[in-house]
């Protein structure tokens, strides 16, 4: 759940440079340090008729190293309130095969975890705007496909860099393509629109007012999702970060990481 991050792709080392797509998806990789915890995230989902409901949760996260000197993402949300998801549980795992990754969820009421399939991609998250693919691509940072680079553009007047990613063959994606804007200055995505066809379902955004430096690091406090289809809305907003050194690896594990702390 492209990258949420959102959840993840929120914090940043250094500027990119233009010349390509990649540059700036390298910057935006370079949002998630080498362990981060998130003390809180909440979902407020308001429907059609402007009820709005709060979930609220824990992030975490860290880049596994690999042989080659890279990093792979890995991604764990677990709900804590209201009563009836606490304990839900996600798992984001990236693979070396950048067309997959590997995502499970733990329902406490099947006492069981599940691995989610491309069936399940689409599917609500706890009822919310954001699916289990959403949740996915914004923990990789639009892993999984190839991206171009388009004209620059600005959002709350900001100049920026605009990528358009199309999946990869064999990849499972619900959208025919996403278009992000990313901030020149922080390669922090304020803009993300997806599509299926050529129509955009959702569409992501967030205020300048979001963008938050905690040390070398900048995130978004907050990002809105809407289903253009529906007329819904969720809100996602983030607590404090904090920088670790280490993580438990049982969080991280997908046998282990729905056990409370």
């Known amino acids: 759940m492209k990258r949420i991050a959102t959840l993840l792709a929120l914090v940043i080392i250094a500027p990119a440079r233009a010349q390509d797509a990649q540059h700036v998806i390298d910057c935006m ?4 340090p080498p ?3 998130v003390q809180e995230i909440e979902l407020a989902a308001t429907d059609r008729t402007g009820t709005t409901r709060s979930l609220k949760g824990k992030l975490y996260a860290m880049l596994e190293k690999t042989s080659a000197g890279g990093g792979l993402v890995r991604a764990m949300l677990r709900m804590e309130s209201p009563e009836a998801v606490a304990g839900t549980a996600y798992l984001v795992r990236e693979s070396a095969d950048s067309a997959n990754e590997n995502m499970f969820v ?6 069981r975890v599940r691995r989610v399939t491309s069936s399940l991609g689409d599917r609500s998250l706890l009822g919310t ?7 996915k691509l914004l923990s990789n940072s639009f892993v999984g496909s190839s991206a171009k680079i388009e004209p620059s553009g600005v959002v709350v007047q900001r100049p920026t860099y605009t990528i ?9 994606s619900p959208y025919s393509q996403v278009r992000a804007w990313v901030d020149q200055e922080t ?3 304020l803009k993300a629109d997806f599509y299926i066809g050529s129509a955009v379902r959702k569409r992501l955004t967030a205020p300048a007012s979001a963008l938050q430096r905690v040390g070398d690091f900048w995130y978004l406090s907050e990002v809105v999702m809407r289903d253009l ?7 996602l907003r983030t607590g404090k970060l904090t920088g670790a050194k280490e993580l438990p690896g049982r969080y991280f594990d997908p046998n ?6």
Do not use: I
């Open 229 to 235: 289809l529906e007329g819904t809305t969720t809100v």
């Open 256 to 261: 282990l990481f729905y056990v409370n702390e």
């Open 187 to 189: 390669c922090v995505p």
């Open 35 to 37: 362990a981060l915890r």
């Open 106 to 111: 733990y329902l406490p009421a099947f006492r």
């Open 29 to 32: 990789r370079a949002n998630v």
């Open 164 to 172: 358009r990613f199309t999946p990869l063959a064999g990849a499972a």
């Open 129 to 135: 705007d954001f699916s289990f693919s959403d949740f």
